[in-house]
């Protein structure tokens, strides 16, 4: 009989490895690990949850037991893998993807989210995209207007005032500070 976990602040392909590997470290089979969820082939005890809980706060993760706080995670880690997807965002809108991943109308995902979290999907989805924002003028790589253009902002104006909000600066000064303010993708809140 295989077990669902549901793990918390798993962000990345690295959280993926990580929790893969405290799994198996543990005795236990993983049958799939993705963002925020697991299932492994063994049952699992309230004694072996309560230590594997134990253990994965002591990596950065935790357990939910909470259907709304399962769901939440679900929200935002759709959000991060839209972000973060290599072939950039295009224009995507966002209430059909996320009604399309999680098979549930938006306006239900919505007012789930704004109630458990007290902010709203649209700004952590924001301060996502600012994030990666960030990450990529960091690299140095691309021009703002590529950068618009990867992230499905309609002009660079938009992508820079977005940017404002959320960081207090434009693209250009965070550029010019020549410093990482960068922040871990768990750690990417709403405002």
Do not use: W
Not at 85 to 108: E, I, K
Not at 174 to 188: G, I
């Amino acid at each position: 009989m295989s077990h669902e976990l549901f793990i918390k602040n798993m962000v990345c392909n690295r959280c993926v490895m990580a929790v893969d590997d405290l799994l198996r470290r543990n005795g236990l089979h993983p049958v799939s690990v993705e963002l925020g969820h697991a299932v492994v082939e063994e049952d699992i005890s309230d004694n072996m949850r309560d230590d594997l809980r134990g253990k994965l706060r002591g990596i950065g993760f935790d357990l939910l037991e909470d259907k709304q706080e399962q769901m939440i995670e679900k929200i935002k880690n759709c959000i991060i893998q839209l972000v973060q997807r290599d072939g950039g965002m295009d224009t995507v809108n966002l209430s059909d993807y996320l009604s399309d991943q999680l098979h549930s109308s938006y306006s239900a995902l919505s007012k789930l989210y704004s109630k458990v979290t007290g902010a709203t999907i649209e700004r952590f989805y924001i301060a996502q995209r600012v994030e990666k924002v960030k990450e990529l003028i960091t690299y140095d790589e691309l021009s703002l207007s590529q950068i618009a253009l990867r992230m499905g902002y309609s002009s660079v104006a938009y992508l820079s005032s977005q940017f404002k909000m959320v960081t207090g600066m434009t693209p250009s000064k965070f550029k010019s500070l020549h410093t990482n303010l960068r922040k871990p993708l768990d750690n990417v809140i709403e405002h």
